[in-house]
């Protein structure tokens, strides 16, 4: 059974920073790419960022690019979203994904490409 558990999520204030966790289990998580997403309440869910199998690649939005990093720990199936800099329109519950096939070379930006997803963590940055 898949199952992707995000964590880190919470309340900061503007400027400040978090870290989020995304555990996996039952299936390679190393020829996998993983995702970051991210929705806010009356928006669309959006690609925050994307890591390619072994983080050769990444794919970032604009708004959090220079600000939030991804990254992976394959011997731990584990996928970080660090966030800086964080700002109230950074507000949104976030979910980590795994692309719906195993997959090289630049990571998908499109939600539907990804699946299955985890249940998300709320991030709410206060100003």
């Known amino acids: 059974q898949v199952e992707l558990v995000e964590s880190g999520g919470g309340l900061v204030q503007v400027g400040g920073s978090l870290r989020l966790s995304c555990a996996t289990s039952?299936?390679?998580?190393?020829?996998?790419?993983m995702g970051w997403f991210r929705q806010a309440p009356g928006k669309e869910r959006e690609l925050v960022a994307a890591a390619s199998r072994s983080t050769l690649y990444t794919r970032y939005a604009d708004s959090v690019k220079g600000r939030f990093t991804i990254s992976r720990d394959n011997t731990k199936s584990t996928v970080y979203l660090q966030m800086n800099s964080l700002k109230p329109e950074d507000t949104a519950v976030y979910y980590c994904?795994?692309?719906?096939?195993?997959?090289?070379?630049?990571?998908?930006?499109?939600?539907?490409?990804?699946?299955?997803w985890g249940q998300g963590t709320q991030v709410t940055v206060s100003s």
């Open positions: 994904a795994r692309s719906a096939g195993p997959r090289t070379g630049v990571p998908d930006m499109r939600a539907s490409e990804y699946d299955p």
């Open positions: 039952g299936y390679a998580f190393s020829i996998y790419a």
